[in-house]
């Protein structure tokens, strides 16, 4: 059962990339909001069978009900509910860029280092300052690509922003990840190393984020 979830959550996001940029390029941009409110459904079905939280179903719903909206409206030839589907890129890189970076305030546990400590337990003493200063590198990665999201969206056809943002940003998004593993595995090589695959099936453990919602909360309560 927890293979399924996964497979619907993680599918359903890749569908709606995958569907958004081949309307796009095409030549069926109309049909772009349609491939949102689809991969979003998938997701709002997991969120709802296997009973995830209140606010992500609610959030999921919305979503669901605003792009499916949206599909009738840009099906009947209006350009701008077409045009709209530019923005989730724009918010989802932005929301990561500020979900990396508001683990690097004093006191609090940076992303990436809680990451390894699922993975390895007690983290060496090396590792610490590593494991922060990747989670910087992460928070600019998103910071970047907001940028260019944002920039894309404004400056850009279409065709040329879904290259850029649904097929640029995944793709170098493995680059950063692949190469900070092999990076990781030379230099530190004597701590072990840990397989991308591994690190992975952590990230995409909801009990990961959980965990450390809870774990920030506490810190919160604790210095408040």
């Known amino acids: 059962m927890v293979g399924l979830y996964k497979t619907f959550k993680i599918g359903g996001r890749i569908t709606c990339v995958a569907a958004l940029h081949a309307t796009i390029i095409l030549g069926y941009p109309e049909f772009a909001p349609m491939a949102l409110a689809i991969g979003m459904g998938l997701i709002l ?37 077409t045009r709209i589907v530019v923005l989730p890129p724009l918010f989802i890189n932005a929301w990561l860029a500020y979900f990396f970076g508001r683990t690097l305030f004093l006191g609090r546990d940076p992303l990436i280092s809680h990451f390894s400590r699922i993975s390895r337990g007690e983290i060496p003493k090396p590792l610490i300052l590593y494991t922060r200063n990747v989670t910087w590198v992460w928070t600019s990665y998103f910071i970047f690509f907001t940028t260019i999201a944002l920039f894309s969206a404004i400056y850009m056809s279409m065709e040329s922003w879904t290259w850029l943002v649904n097929v640029g940003g995944p793709c170098s998004a493995v680059v950063l990840f692949l190469g900070e593993h092999a990076y990781r595995g ?18 995409i453990n909801p009990e990961t984020w959980a965990t450390y919602d809870l774990q920030a909360k506490a810190t919160d309560r604790n210095t408040s």
């Open 186 to 203: 030379v230099k530190y090589r004597h701590f072990g190393h840990n397989s991308p695959i591994r690190t992975l099936m952590i990230l």
């Open 45 to 81: 079905f997991a969120a709802v069978v296997w009973r995830d939280t209140r606010g992500e179903i609610i959030t999921l719903s919305i979503s669901f009900i605003l792009f499916s909206s949206l599909s009738y409206i840009a099906l009947m030839g209006d350009a701008l509910a």
